[in-house]
């Protein structure tokens, strides 16, 4: 299922409404975002025009969904645990997932260059990047049922130490991959949705386009 299949199917029947944007409206979701870097790159692009920019978007999100649910860590996790934290962890995960994409995306998404340029210098493999993807979503913290707490906090255990293994002749490398967790949060949710999903999805929550996925 497709993220406008999916967004779709919430709605119901399509209707006029104001509250979905297009591309050529974009501005004004631009101007609700409070970091002035990125209103700045805006007016400096025009890739925000074509809708490649939002097809590209829709494809690595839903890519990085599926694929955090076949994790062999994560994925153990029951689905509404993954809804919950997918909830709160999707935007770190689209741009880790942005960062190894094959094709160029930085020229797509010009405010995302540096830490895409950052990520890519780590050379993280299958394993290590799986691994790094259980570190990054296995927040105990998020859940609650302790069955659920436990098997997170289980998954996160042994991805650290897998990775530790992993990186045995490199510890520098370890460090930097535990390090480059924090630049994945830049720029926030709020911003990665105003600028690339509100446009699809309109008004429907995006835990909720997650739940279909």
């Not at 370890?174 to 309109?202: D, E, R």
């Amino acid at each position: 299922m497709t993220m406008i299949v999916a967004v779709q199917e919430e709605r119901g029947p399509r209707k006029p409404k104001h509250n979905q944007l297009c591309p050529q409206q974009l501005p004004g979701a631009f101007s609700r975002i409070p970091t002035d870097k990125l209103r700045l790159i805006y007016t400096q692009t025009n890739h925000f025009e074509s809708n490649s920019t939002y097809e590209l978007a829709a494809q690595i999100f839903l890519t990085a969904i599926k694929q955090a649910r076949r994790n062999s860590g994560f994925g153990h996790l029951r689905r509404h645990s993954q809804n919950i934290i997918l909830g709160h962890l999707w935007a770190p995960l689209f741009i880790l997932k942005a960062a190894h994409w094959p094709s160029d995306t930085a020229s797509f998404f010009p405010f995302l260059q540096k830490v895409i340029k950052h990520i890519k210098l780590l050379e993280l493999d299958g394993s290590t990047m799986e691994f790094f993807e259980n570190i990054l979503l296995c927040r105990v913290e998020l859940l609650e049922d302790p069955e659920e707490v436990n098997q997170a906090n289980a998954i996160l255990e042994k991805s650290l130490e897998a990775l530790n293994l992993l990186t045995a002749s490199n510890r520098t490398k370890f460090t930097n991959i535990l390090l480059s967790s924090t630049l994945l949060f830049t720029p926030s949710a709020v911003a990665l949705h105003s600028l690339l999903f509100k446009p699809i999805i309109g008004i429907v929550p995006i835990e909720t386009v997650i739940a279909t996925i």
